[in-house]
């Protein structure tokens, strides 16, 4: 059954519009691990969404909570004024995020969140008197978002092709990803010296002029490449040799994708910012927040005059009650069900499933960690052909995930059962199979 609508109008993001305008891929419905196309098939849902809802589509609880929110108070202004709710979710934050980085700031997406934390970098060494640190260290194939921050410290080069020169200062550092590493389950044993990428940009340009370097614990978006032993933790080591800021881009790995509320506590490294989104709210509303330390706040707040504002920067929908009572709401849920438990119970059974998928002659290598894998296909005429050709019969076979060139990326949702998550690894084994 297809929907009778005009499909000209909606400039679709990340997608390949002209082909999909002929042939859509509608969904119209979602209960639990499971989207329903317009005809009522069932599709499961491989990557929870967009690694956005862990706990299942269409909750009640989250349903109830945003309605009741909606009559109660649907909006004040976040500047000079507040709702109880704002504080309520920053405390809840605060109580999972590692010990002393318990300021939360609000933003409305992951992009949001990290053009935050990178400003919040800069204020805090202008605070600080060192307001020559104005460089940024990143990593090539990093994702961290669209807007000009997160894409100036990206490293796709597709996503910066075409878009000017973008912030200056940014340097990126090598990524982890390694032939030798192939088809290494968890994190593998050699490449932490890559850390030492930071040390050279530190003797190129000064460490006095470097405010922050930034990564994804886990990089998400181009692919699951998981962190060598020893490589974050170098980071750390590193950065605070050199009063150099550590950003944690936690948009994918915060709550719970590693069976702990945040990758910093599952590999034991604290950084000094921290950047969530996705999973806070379920995947219902957008909402994005940063983590500060206790110091970065005091030191931007202390040092603005009594009764001023002390940074410049904020959202119309910063802690939007909406999207708060979302969050809240989703929190419980993770609470009352032990979704970080139940997600770490899921990681073994998942991380044996896709790792059968090696047998296929058209898997050049397969990484994961936690609930996150990433397949690689072996390229064919061009970059990108194989992995379009099987996201669309992935659909098709009835399992949606994500596809980042010809890398297929599953994350499943934590309320997965053991046999759902087998489930849909079979149905990627018996499509690349035919391919
Ligand atoms: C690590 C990381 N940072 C930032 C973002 C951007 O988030 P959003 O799409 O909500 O702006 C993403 C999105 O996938 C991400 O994976």
């Not at 318990?102 to 969140?113: C, K, L, M, P, V």
């Not at 340009?205 to 692919?223: F, L, Q, T």
């Amino acid at each position: 059954m297809s929907l009778d609508i005009d499909m000209s109008n909606y400039w679709m993001p990340f997608t390949a519009n002209r082909a999909f305008k002929e042939s859509p891929r509608m969904i119209t419905s979602a209960q639990g691990i499971n989207l329903f196309d317009p005809s009522g098939r069932r599709i499961l849902d491989g990557s929870s969404g967009l690694f956005c809802v862990p706990a299942g589509h269409c909750r009640p609880e989250i349903a109830t909570a945003v309605g009741e929110q909606l009559r109660k108070l649907d909006y004040t202004t976040p500047f000079q004024f507040s709702h109880p709710g704002g504080f309520e979710l920053a405390n809840k934050i605060a109580s999972l995020t590692p010990p002393g980085l318990d300021r939360i700031f609000f933003a409305n997406s992951g992009s949001e969140s990290v053009d935050t934390a990178l400003k919040i970098a800069f204020a805090y060494h202008r605070a600080n008197g060192q307001p020559s640190r104005y460089r940024v260290v990143t990593r090539d194939l990093a994702y961290h978002g669209v807007n000009f921050g997160g894409l100036s410290v990206g490293g796709m080069m597709k996503n910066r092709e075409g878009y000017g020169s973008l912030l200056p200062g940014v340097v990126h550092m090598r990524h982890t990803q390694t032939v030798k590493n192939s088809f290494t389950q968890g994190q593998p044993e050699t490449g932490a010296d890559l850390a030492d990428d930071l040390l050279h940009a530190i003797n190129l340009y000064g460490a006095d002029s470097i405010a922050a370097v930034v990564v994804e614990p886990i990089v998400g978006s181009v692919g699951i490449l998981v962190p060598p032993k020893g490589y974050l933790q170098r980071l750390r080591q590193i950065a605070n040799q050199h009063g150099i800021l550590l950003i944690f881009d936690e948009v994918i790995t915060g709550f719970g994708r590693t069976g702990t509320p945040f990758a910093a506590e599952t590999f034991d490294v604290r950084p000094d910012l921290m950047t969530m989104a996705k999973a806070l709210t379920n995947g219902s509303m957008p909402m994005g927040a940063v983590a500060a330390s206790t110091e970065i706040y005091d030191t931007i707040t202390n040092a603005a005059a009594e009764n001023a504002i002390e940074f410049f920067h904020g959202y119309t929908y910063s802690a939007h009650p909406v999207a708060t009572a979302a969050a809240l709401a989703t929190l419980r849920i993770f609470e009352q069900e032990g979704l970080y438990e139940r997600a770490a119970e899921l990681v073994a059974p998942f991380q044996h499933a896709v790792s059968e998928l090696r047998s296929l002659s058209l898997v050049t290598d397969i990484r994961g960690y936690g609930l996150l894998a990433g397949i690689d296909l072996a390229t064919d005429e061009r970059m990108g052909q194989r992995g379009y050709a099987v996201l669309r019969k992935l659909f098709e076979a009835g399992l949606m995930v994500r596809v980042t060139n010809d890398t297929i990326i599953m994350a499943p949702p934590f309320v997965s059962e053991v046999a759902e998550v087998e489930q849909m690894v079979d149905i990627v084994k018996a499509v690349v199979t035919q391919l």
